[in-house]
């Protein structure tokens, strides 16, 4: 008879070993996680053909998860209507008359559009054509130029409303709104971190950032009423969810209608426009939830091999501190970020990782004066969960295979990899800090989300 845990550990391996050469991890997950399950279970190609007749239903009938094609509509149309390049020129019009400012006005247009968006790829490659022609155009460095777009992409992820906070809040079973309100400090003070970088990075090297000079009164004024739409769209849509006057899953119906009206009142939004991004949407919602799928019979698999249960017995009984269990996870996850996408890594690993913290924080009812971890469970779904987000963000700047640098490598093709590199090192060592300052106070996450149920 086939050693479960054995088998458990093949099928990881063989789960790697695919996602490596190139197989889509949806498809990677369905034929491990199917495959595993016929071994494992007496008579298991009947029970998981079964189960496949209700599995795919049960799962994607999440009402949490309808908010996710919705989000993704609301980045797609904001993309063609031109949202992007009024954030840039308004960021640009207070930012730029500072060395490095122009860097720095891309730093916080991608914050913006990570929030209409909610993708990192999509923030990356967006403000990779809005701002790298005026990088170029300013004669910044491409170390610094594409750096500055490839770590801002990352902002995408974590600031609200976020597609992977999304799926990491209906894993852990965590409240969507409650991971919102705990993203926004960790998510401003990246963007302030990364402010920082560019400053420190400006100074060293002085010619790698000019200044661009302050903008006319005519152009800030004009960049700064061009900008206000936006800013009211970000505010309904976001203020609405946390003012309570609608769940995530309208709030973003009203975001993908008001985005659309800002199209058509600036004429930027063709009937082309709009059946490319209805398109793009249902390509994107298809792949994630075939991730999802993948993910659950992954998740049937290892609890049928028993292995997140033998593996959270097994690190309880090394003796090892709870905070280097932690450790250990997130550097696993940074690893893991070189292999597969943001969205595919929080499916693929939370399953896995979330029972081993629940087992070391004391169990699912532990107390906040309890051992572990020092909080109760729900606490640790929102620390651990904005911590995995942040060292995910680090996975995509990360080299040799940062996702956000092959992104943007592919408008800047006269800047060698090397050189972007290069440029992304200061944040990436911007993101270590941001991580060690969650990791060791924990009410950097936690304040807000106690403030606000209060």
Known sequence: MTDPIMLGLTGLAALLGLIVLRMPVAYAMILVGGVGTAIIVPNGGAM??????????????????????????????????????????????????????????????????????????????????????????????????????????????????????????????????????????????????????????????????????????????????????????????????????????????????????????????????????????????????????????????????????VTADWIAGTGLEPFTVLLILLAALILLGCLMDSLSMILLVIPFFWPVLVALNGGPFQGAEGSGFGMSTDDLKIWFGILALVVVELGLITPPVGMNVFVISAFAKDVPMSQ???GVAPFFGAELLRVGLILFFPVIVLWLPAFWAY
């Open 48 to 309: 998981l053909l079964n189960q496949l007749k209700t599995l795919a239903y049960g799962r994607f009938s999440v009402y949490d998860l309808a908010v996710i094609p919705m989000f993704l509509l609301m980045g797609a149309l904001a993309t063609r209507a031109g949202l992007s390049r009024a954030l840039f020129r308004a960021a640009n019009a207070w930012f730029g008359r500072f060395r490095g400012g122009t860097a720095m006005a891309a730093v916080a247009a991608c914050a913006g559009f990570g929030a209409l968006s909610g993708s990192s790829l999509a923030t990356a490659s967006t403000m990779g054509r809005v701002a790298l022609p005026e990088l170029r155009r300013m004669r910044y460095s491409g170390a610094l130029a594409t750096g500055t777009l490839a770590a801002g992409g990352v902002l995408g992820i974590l600031i609200p409303p976020s597609v992977v906070l999304i799926v990491y809040a209906v894993l852990v079973e965590a409240n969507i709104v409650t991971m919102f309100v705990a993203a926004v400090v960790p998510g401003l003070l990246a963007v302030v971190f990364f402010m920082l970088t560019i400053a420190v990075y400006v100074a060293i090297f002085p010619n790698s950032g000019p200044a661009a000079g302050p903008a006319d009164r005519a152009e800030f004024r004009a960049a700064n009423l061009a900008v206000i739409p936006v800013v009211a769209i970000f505010a309904l849509v976001l203020g609405g969810i946390y003012a309570g006057f609608f769940n995530p899953t309208p709030a973003a119906a009203v975001g993908v209608f008001l985005v659309w009206l800002y199209g058509l009142a600036h004429r930027r939004l063709s009937w082309q426009d709009m059946h490319t991004a209805l398109f793009e949407t249902a390509s994107m919602t298809g792949m994630i939830y075939l991730i999802l799928l993948g993910a659950e019979l992954m998740k049937i698999f290892l609890a049928r091999a028993r292995l997140p249960q």
């Open 420 to 422: 972007t590199f290069r």
